[in-house]
Antibody
Framework: QVQLVESGGGVVQPGGSLRLSCAAS????????MHWVRQAPGKGLEWVAFIRNDESGQYYADSVKGRFTISRDTSRNTVYLQMNSLRPDDTAVYHC?????????WGQGILVTVS | DIQVTQSPSTLSASVGDRVTITCRASQNINTWLAWYQRKPGKAPNLLIY???TLKTGVPSRFSGVGFGTEFTLTIDSLQPDDFATYYC?????????FGQGTRVEIK
């Protein structure tokens, strides 16, 4: 069965950096694009970033463009989110999700607190 | 950018009720719309994609209709497990946009 497990969250000061990882299993990782989606406390879901299965394209929400970078390592079945210049409004639970082309499987999420 | 507007933001209902949630897109999105269920502390769960296709394993009391700019999610005979927050999402052309969410609470 599909499993997505996020790691790398924590508390970081404003202006700091953090790298999230999402380990994937149960499907052919190289065949699917991957997303990051976040939910800030008391807010709704916000799509953050997407990477195509072959890394030929990366796409970002305007709110994170220029600060966040999505990447993937097919040898490790892992997708990453490098977050730089973090702001308090980046505080959220971050989920990775598999694209098919809807977000058909999600990880449980990892908390990032910018304070 | 395409915006999606969901209503209502909160809905109070009882077990056995039929509930309907609406999602409106700012421009024609054909049937590129999905619906998700979110419970506190759990990963979001895909319910419906392409506006009306039920994901395998999702109970048949969930249904979706719509085309273009107006879409609805209906839950027939609300069950205790259905009290949650529901989100619509537009997906196409490398931009994904969620609605604001509808919290279905117990009346």
């Amino acid at each position: 069965q599909v499993q997505l497990v996020e790691s790398g969250g924590g508390v970081v000061q404003p202006g700091g950096s953090l790298r999230l990882s999402c380990a994937a299993s149960g499907f052919t990782f190289s065949s699917y694009g991957m997303h990051w989606v976040r939910q800030a406390p008391g807010k709704g879901l916000e799509w953050v970033a997407f990477i195509r299965n072959d890394e030929s394209g990366q796409y970002y929400a305007d709110s994170v463009k220029g600060r966040f970078t999505i990447s993937r390592d097919t040898s490790r079945n892992t997708v990453y989110l490098q977050m730089n210049s973090l702001r308090p409004d980046d505080t959220a639970v971050y989920h990775c999700a598999k694209d098919d082309p809807v977000l058909d499987h999600w990880g449980q999420g990892i908390l990032v607190t910018v304070s | 950018d395409i915006q999606v507007t969901q209503s209502p933001s909160t809905l109070s209902a009882s077990v056995g009720d039929r509930v309907t949630i609406t999602c409106r897109a700012s421009q024609n999105i054909n049937t590129w719309l999905a619906w998700y269920q979110r419970k506190p502390g759990k990963a979001p769960n895909l319910l419906i994609y392409k506006a009306s296709t039920l994901k395998t394993g999702v109970p048949s009391r969930f249904s979706g209709v719509g085309f273009g700019t107006e879409f609805t999610l209906t839950i027939d005979s609300l069950q205790p497990d259905d009290f949650a927050t529901y989100y619509c999402q537009h997906y196409h052309g490398y931009l994904w946009t969620f609605g604001q969410g509808t919290r279905v609470e117990i009346k």
